[in-house]
């Protein structure tokens, strides 16, 4: 048989709809019609698009197959590290479909908008509460937007200040986006190693701050997983010396409810909506990274803002120290929806998500730990990163690791990053795993370095079991075939 109707084996070979069809096939029939043809039908329709001729059992199956070719937080554990996949729940997928919200248009005036801007107000106050930041903006798109946003607010102080800086501090275990982000805004980075406890230490940060340093970009907890346990010293350094101090939150999922950012000296902050905060990312779909700042930076804040008198919502545009919009309309207001929804959801229990993040990645480091190599073995936050250190002398890496771990019907961690660590496997369970779930992972793994050290080809070869098998990902980014 040439032709399988892809019911049979792993691959499921999904021809385009245009080869199923088959002509005079439908979805539907219709009653007979019982007026004349208007002569004005074939004028005004003519022949229509050449889509093909399908009957519904077609498309329904087509569709499910495609779905299933993917891989998602509903389909299995995504320990993927510095990105917070954990499952979301669907009540607020379907607070955000309310029709009075998924329906409301931005260019309506106020006075008809006045439950959204209610729920955004709302959510501002939630934010501010949760970082100890009361300044927010729900504009930004991304993380990294989030991160410019911050940096152009950064600079707006300074410019204020009568002195604007030059220079910005990032550490070694920041985000890739936090060099990025600043230097898109015009600020030069200076690098910042950190020490072998994998954090920060104040000499370092006092011997590089000076007074042509706008500041420092610290991503906390840090992309070894690590909190950085002397950022109260560090924050008074750079305060002395007129900087600000910016936090990358991205993975404030490791301690909401426990650290207020806003205490620890930190001036502004972004939030990650869609890791922290309950919405599905992944594929470049739309996410949101609000920006948290204290007080006296609210003048800097993009326009428009969401304001309340007497429980009348509006926006209001007139304030001439801000950085301007950073965004059409409002933001990526569905997704703050689903944020807004997901607080009120969880209450008091955000607190015991960051806790029960961090006691699950404590759990699958120590459990590793005679299985791949450990860098850095001390309790961790909500991600643990490990290394291909121990399968070297079989020749198998920590790429084959993770590309075996499909086979094995999970998603793969994040790999290679951070930098400072070589041949990371950057591990984070998060909260919504169970125990039972992460016993499998842990299974998996011990039984994957098995065998790397009994059959390493078997590793070279992986994955033997999906769909599309070990690609050329050199290839696969120099040459981008974009077009099918
Ligand atoms: C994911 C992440 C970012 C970037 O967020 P995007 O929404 O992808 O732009 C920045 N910093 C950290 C620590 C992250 O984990």
């Known amino acids: 048989m040439n032709n399988p109707l892809g019911t049979t084996g792993l691959t499921l070979n999904e021809p385009l709809l245009w080869e199923k069809g088959r002509k005079g096939r439908s979805g539907f029939s219709m009653p007979g019609r019982d007026v004349p043809p208007s002569p004005l039908a074939g004028f005004l329709l003519g022949d229509g698009p050449d889509f093909p001729d399908l009957s519904e059992v077609d498309i329904v199956r087509h569709y499910t197959r495609l779905s299933q070719w993917n891989y998602g937080v509903d389909s299995g554990m995504y320990p993927l590290g510095s990105c917070t996949m954990k499952y979301n729940p669907k009540t607020n997928e379907r607070q955000a479909a309310v029709r009075g919200f998924a329906n409301a248009h931005p260019l309506l005036p106020a006075p008809l908008s006045q439950g959204i801007l209610e729920l955004m107000a709302n959510l501002q106050k939630y934010l501010g509460e949760i970082t100890g930041l009361p300044a927010v903006t729900l504009q930004p798109a991304a993380g990294a937007h989030g991160e410019l946003t911050g940096m152009m607010i950064v600079r707006a102080y300074h410019v204020d200040a009568g002195a604007p800086r030059h220079k910005i501090l990032i550490p070694d275990t920041a985000h890739g986006t936090n060099p990025a982000s600043s230097a898109i805004c015009g600020f030069t980075p200076v690098p910042v190693k950190s020490n072998e406890r994998g954090v920060l230490s104040p000499e370092h940060i006092a011997s590089v701050m000076d007074e042509d340093t706008a500041g420092i970009m610290i991503t906390n907890p840090n992309t070894l997983g690590l909190f950085e346990e002397n950022i109260r010293e ?171 771990l499909i086979d094995y019907g999970f998603h793969p961690p994040t790999i290679y990053f951070p930098l400072v660590v070589h041949g990371a496997i950057m591990i984070e369970p998060t909260e919504t795993e169970s125990r039972e779930t992460l016993d499998i992972f842990i299974e998996t793994c011990k039984a994957i370095a098995e065998e790397a050290r009994k059959n390493p080809q078997i590793l070279h070869e992986a994955p033997t079991k999906p769909k599309v098998r070990r690609m050329d990902e050199t290839r696969a980014a120099r040459h981008p075939q974009l077009a099918g």
């Open 234 to 404: 560090i924050t008074d350094i750079v305060h002395e010396k007129g900087g600000l101090v910016y936090v990358d939150g991205a993975n404030m999922n490791a301690v909401m409810g426990i650290v207020s950012m806003g205490k620890i000296g930190v001036d502004l902050m972004h939030l990650n909506l869609h890791k922290t905060f309950s919405t599905p990312h992944g594929g470049g779909g739309p996410g949101s990274g609000p920006v948290c700042a204290r007080k006296g930076l609210a003048p800097f804040m993009p326009v428009p803002w969401v304001e309340e008198h007497e429980g009348t919502y509006s926006l209001s545009y007139d304030h001439p120290k801000s950085i301007g919009k950073v965004h059409a309309f409002y933001g990526n207001v569905g997704i703050l929806i689903r944020a807004c929804s997901y607080i009120l959801s969880m209450g008091q229990n955000l607190k015991k998500a960051s806790q029960l993040a961090v006691l699950n990645a404590n759990y699958v480091k120590e459990k590793l730990k005679d299985t791949f190599y450990l860098p850095y073995d001390r309790p961790c936050m909500h991600e643990c990163v490990f290394t291909d250190k121990h399968q070297e002398a079989h020749k198998v890496t920590t790429l084959d690791i993770a590309k075996r």
